[in-house]
């Protein structure tokens, strides 16, 4: 298609390993985050094109994709002339809710304290009695199960795509750490 460096394929699976993500190469010379079923064997665009979507990365639930992307590459998307030089490319983090029925995890939460009840109280009276070996068996337990399936509504998918509140900066790769937690370099 282009002879450029650019055009690499970087795919990530999901936690069940019937979903892969990638940045698709476009003829724009954007990417966009591309994922495809192993299952049915379709892929599916899901961000719009208008952006440089580059690093997609499934949470270990399954609940969400993360990604980066940026809207000033477009001076440096042609890589064989010095006009890209010195040209500086900002990139922002986002967060893709895969399930319609899934709450957003940036949702604010609410600043209201609890009172413990009486339940609340035993339960962590309980909590704190429980031995060590129980809860050594329960973690084994939880890492031996296999993953949730991994379902994505593509209905209404872009509406459900949410800027992460970090600083836009000149970041190269985005990688999930454990559910809830993105690193980014």
């Known amino acids: 298609m282009y002879e450029t460096p650019l055009r690499t394929l970087v795919p990530v699976w999901s936690p069940d390993s019937r979903w892969l993500a990638y940045p698709k190469f476009l003829k724009n010379h954007f990417h966009a985050i591309t994922v495809h079923s192993l299952a049915d064997g379709t892929s599916r665009v899901v ?67 609890k009172k413990p009840g009486a339940k609340e109280k035993d339960a962590a009276d309980g909590k704190e009695k429980s031995s060590g070996k129980e809860k050594a ?38 990688v999930a750490g454990k559910e809830g937690v993105v690193f980014l370099t």
Not at 77 to 99: E, F, H, K, N, P
Not at 142 to 170: H, M, T, Y
């Open 47 to 113: 961000t719009d094109g208008m952006s440089d979507a580059t690093s997609p990365a499934f949470d270990p639930s399954g609940k969400y994709l993360w990604f980066l992307a940026s809207t000033d590459v477009g001076l440096t998307a042609g890589w064989l002339d010095m006009s890209s030089i010195g040209r500086t490319v900002s990139r922002s983090a986002y967060v893709a809710v895969l399930r319609k029925d899934l709450a957003s995890p940036l949702a604010p939460e609410s600043d209201e304290e």
């Open 137 to 174: 068996k329960a973690d084994d337990a939880a890492k031996a199960k296999d993953p949730e399936p991994v379902r994505i509504d593509f209905d209404g998918f872009s509406q459900r795509i949410l800027a992460v509140p970090v600083p836009a900066a000149n970041y190269d790769q985005l």
